[in-house]
């Protein structure tokens, strides 16, 4: 049973251009979070996606967007890149917009924007 | 309101002691309390988690111990093996059926050395 996985694993860009990072979810798992954790820091949430829906949004700008297909999958987006938007971009999967509580993680995509 | 705030940052035993690390919170409303760990390179785990209305809960050599009244819980690691080395957090998350339920609020992190 795979679990979440996401890719690339790492990515360096420059500042001003766009990223997409790719997210599957844990087998049967239907909803997708996104999460920022800066080095040293605890997890941000960006937002999460059910039913191919934004359901949920944290404090983050417009620059970051997503998708949701129907296999579940799912994709973060971020436009015009800062330097302060390098970190460590994590997926995590649940089942049922976190109803069944128990929240998977991937082991993340390291950004850096030089 | 949606803080957790976590410490120690950092903590070193030796093999076979007891780390504790401690959260504590603001938000009444928050209803479920998970501890994560995360190694290197890795995303971060779910190790055990804990509910307001039991004070606490063991599984395996993790225990969590939660003080409802004083909105504080911590995780305590028995018997401590050079493996156990990692980064831990706390974490909390309003009812699912709440605006801004779902996502979980994280702890700044607790980095364990288990020395041998």
């Known amino acids: 049973d795979a679990g979440v996985t996401q890719s690339p694993t790492h990515l360096i860009k420059t500042r001003g251009q766009q990223v997409t990072l790719r997210c599957s979810p844990k087998?049967?798992?239907?909803?997708v979070s996104w999460y920022q954790q800066a080095l040293g820091q605890g997890p941000q949430f960006i937002f999460q996606y059910y039913e191919e829906e934004e359901r949920q949004r944290g404090n983050f700008p417009d620059r970051f967007s997503g998708h949701q297909f129907p296999n579940y999958s799912s994709e973060l987006n971020v436009n015009a890149l800062l330097l302060g938007d390098s970190a460590l971009y994590l997926c995590?999967?649940?089942?049922?917009?976190?109803?069944?509580?128990?929240?998977?993680f991937g082991s993340g995509t390291q950004l850096s924007v030089l | 309101q949606q803080q957790v705030k976590q410490s120690p940052q950092s903590l070193i035993v030796q093999k076979g002691g007891i780390p504790i690390i401690n959260c504590a919170y603001e938000n009444t409303a928050f209803d479920y309390f998970p501890w994560y760990q995360q190694f290197p390179g890795k995303g971060p785990a779910l190790l055990i988690a804990i509910r307001p209305d039991v004070s606490e809960k063991k599984e395996g050599r993790f225990t969590i111990s939660f003080n409802k009244s004083a909105k504080q819980f911590s995780l305590h690691i028995m018997d401590s093996q050079p493996g156990d080395s990692a980064t831990y957090f706390c974490a909390a998350r309003r009812p699912p059926a709440q605006a801004a339920g779902n996502k979980l609020t994280f702890g700044g992190g607790t980095r364990v050395l288990v020395k041998p």
């Open positions: 995590a999967s649940s089942l049922d917009m976190g109803r069944g509580e128990k929240l998977f």
């Open positions: 087998s049967g798992h239907d909803t």
